[in-house]
């Protein structure tokens, strides 16, 4: 059984950082796209930043370019986001996903996680 499983969300003010985990269980994720999407209410999920397999490459969304960064652990089957100069509206509930055909389109991709929180105060 595969399983996306995130940690790491919370609440911080605006400016901090956060560092969101997601650990991948059931098969090896080394030959998979792995991304990090983010939802809002009333909003589809969006594209935040993807890792190809090792050496392929990463993506951004715009709005995150030079504060957040993606890295991915082969080995642990693991993918972190690292999330600096926080703002509000980055706000929402981040999602780790595996198995995509393209970056952003979140219907390609096999495998979510649960989802965790972020909040940022102004």
């Given amino acids: 059984q595969v399983q996306l499983v995130e940690s790491g969300g919370g609440l911080v003010q605006a400016g901090g950082s956060l560092r969101l985990s997601c650990a991948a269980s059931g098969r090896?994720?080394?030959?998979?796209?792995?991304?990090?999407?983010r939802q809002t209410p009333g909003k589809e999920r969006e594209f935040v930043a993807g890792s190809r397999w090792?050496?392929?490459?990463?993506?951004?969304t715009d709005s995150v370019k030079g504060?957040?960064?993606?890295?991915?652990?082969?080995?642990?089957?693991t993918?972190?986001?690292?999330?600096?100069?926080?703002?509000?509206e980055d706000?929402?509930?981040?999602?780790?996903?595996?198995?995509?055909s393209q970056?952003?389109?979140a219907s390609t991709y096999q495998y979510?996680?649960?989802?965790?929180?972020?909040t940022v105060s102004s």
Avoid at 54 to 60: C, D, H, L, P, R
Avoid at 112 to 118: A, C, D, K, P
Wanted: hydrophobic share 35%.
């Fill in 112 to 118: 979510w996680g649960q989802g965790t929180q972020v």
């Fill in 67 to 77: 504060r957040f960064t993606i890295s991915r652990d082969n080995a642990k089957n």
């Fill in 79 to 88: 993918v972190d986001l690292q999330m600096n100069s926080l703002k509000p």
């Fill in 91 to 100: 706000t929402a509930v981040y999602y780790c996903a595996a198995g995509g």
């Fill in 103 to 105: 970056w952003h389109t």
């Fill in 54 to 60: 090792s050496g392929g490459g990463t993506e951004y």
């Fill in 28 to 37: 090896t994720f080394s030959r998979y796209v792995m991304a990090w999407f």
